[in-house]
Structures are given as structure tokens and as C-alpha cells.
């Protein structure tokens, strides 16, 4: 792991919610928040002040953002491939049954093209082609203890299986966010 940089709390929720307005899971429930303050659905998050984006995300995932365990330090760091071995998805059912009970993104890349995955699967092979053809895609956010021998994705989790299944961490290494607190336990989702 090369750490790049420190961030503060506000360039990791405005970069939260750049992924997660892309998301064909979670877009609607914060263009529905945004159109109630009577705010335009595709506006540039980034014009919004940092506690107006903030009130977004915690307001549309307020279990995740709850319980996050202060104090956390948040840093830019890039991951290579012997951090593959300690990037873990969360706590959450669909994740474990994605990774056989362990959590692990690397087992997780072994599901992908079952049928029973194949949503996974598809959104995987999109991303990667979206990479191929130069497009940015937001950083994967994660959470960890400062030992990170377990790091955790808070924000990421198919386009850190993308990555895994093609190889980016070892070819090329990947810039994530990491939140680092000795109380990372102590998150539900840890």
C-alpha cells in the first residue's frame, strides 16, 4: 500500500456520492432527496456545499453512516496486489454468499459468469469496459483499522470485484479512499 495524501470527511462523501449517483441501485433514492429539496436530479453534486452533501448521504444511508466509528482519519492510498489479500466486502448477506462465507474479494471474483451471480457478473464486465475505454470511475471508499490487515469496503464493492477479476491491482495498482480508526470494529458492517 503507498498512502498518496490525506482527505477530509468532505472529499470522501462528495466522492460517495459520485459513485453512488451512478449506481442502478442507489441513484433514484438520492435523485428522489434532491428533487424534495426542489433541486435538480442530475445537478453537479459538486456545487452543493460540503453540508448539504453530507445531509444527502447520511439522509439516504443513514444505517451506514451512523454507525461509523469516530474518530476516522481519511487518506488516498494505492492499493497493489499483496492488498488484495486483505480487502474484504461487507458485513452484509449478498456479500458473504458472494465470497462463500469469507468475505474475501478474491473469492468473491470466483462467482463471477454463475448464473446465479449474473447480475454481479454483468456489472463487473461493464465497468471493466468502461476502464478499457478510458472512462473515470470513483474510487472505491474503504474502512480499516491502522493495522489494515482487514480492510473493508464501505463504498465499492463491484467495482473492487472489477478490478480484482482484472487483475488491476497487481498490473497496475488502484487509488482508493481508506478511513482508518482503531474503533473499525465497532462499524456493523466491519
Do not use: C
Amino acid at each position: 500500500m503507498q498512502h498518496i495524501g490525506s482527505l477530509t470527511e468532505a472529499e470522501m462523501v462528495l466522492e460517495f456520492l459520485r459513485a453512488e449517483l451512478r449506481s442502478p441501485r442507489f441513484a433514484e433514492r438520492y435523485q428522489r432527496w434532491l428533487i424534495a429539496r426542489d433541486l435538480a436530479p442530475d445537478i453537479d453534486i459538486a456545487t452543493l456545499t460540503p453540508e448539504i452533501r453530507k445531509e444527502l448521504l447520511w439522509s439516504a444511508r443513514p444505517g451506514m453512516f451512523k454507525s461509523l466509528p469516530y474518530p476516522i482519519e481519511w487518506s488516498r492510498v494505492v492499493l497493489g496486489a499483496d492488498d488484495v489479500d486483505h480487502l474484504y466486502y461487507m458485513n452484509e448477506a449478498v456479500w458473504r454468499d458472494f465470497s462463500n462465507g469469507t468475505r474475501l474479494v478474491k473469492q468473491g471474483i470466483e462467482k463471477i459468469n454463475q448464473p446465479r451471480h449474473q447480475v454481479i457478473s454483468r456489472r463487473v464486465k461493464e465497468i471493466n469496459q468502461e476502464i478499457a475505454n478510458g472512462a473515470v470511475i470513483p474510487q472505491i471508499i474503504l474502512i480499516s483499522k491502522p493495522d489494515q490487515m482487514k480492510l473493508v469496503i464501505l463504498e465499492g464493492h463491484v467495482r473492487a470485484t472489477a478490478y480484482a477479476y482484472a487483475n488491476l491491482f497487481e498490473k497496475t495498482g488502484v487509488t482508493v479512499i481508506l478511513g482508518t480508526t482503531p474503533n473499525a470494529d465497532r462499524w456493523a458492517w466491519y
